[in-house]
């Protein structure tokens, strides 16, 4: 499976981007989807979390009522509502397909990646 990720950019702090990740390759309808997020220097760190069928999301606290995961599995995509944003929200941002129908929020848990997309939130 190839994941691309898309939709990040430069947005002010109290903005908005929604954040789209789509496979080719063959579908991952079957399996859990996850965003991670990664900021200079730090850890790779788990944003978010939808299970195969949509029916089971978990979210890292911090982002909480502000960002919001779904997916279309007649589309092969998912997508990261982000709104609220803040500068701590800068990351480069990464798709990545459980290695079952559904996922937990360690790395471990993932087996695909794509190339992430960077997310800038200005003060």
């Known amino acids: 499976v190839q994941l691309q990720a898309c939709g990040g950019g430069l947005v002010q702090a109290g903005g908005s981007l929604r954040l789209s990740c789509a496979a080719s390759?063959?579908?991952?309808?079957?399996?859990?989807v996850g965003w991670f997020r990664q900021a200079p220097g730090k850890d790779r760190q788990f944003v978010a979390s939808?299970?195969?069928?949509?029916?089971?999301?978990t979210y890292t606290d911090s982002v909480k009522g502000r960002f919001t995961i779904s997916r279309d599995r007649s589309k092969n995509t998912v997508s990261l509502q982000m709104d609220s944003l803040s500068p701590e929200d800068t990351a480069v941002y990464y798709c990545?397909?459980?290695?079952?129908?559904?996922?937990?929020?360690?790395?471990?848990?993932?087996?695909?990646w794509g190339q992430g997309t960077q997310v800038t939130v200005s003060s």
């Open positions: 390759g063959r579908t991952f309808s079957n399996n859990a």
């Open positions: 939808i299970s195969w069928n949509g029916g089971s999301t």
């Open positions: 990545t397909a459980g290695r079952t129908s559904y996922a937990g929020t360690d790395v471990a848990s993932y087996i695909y």
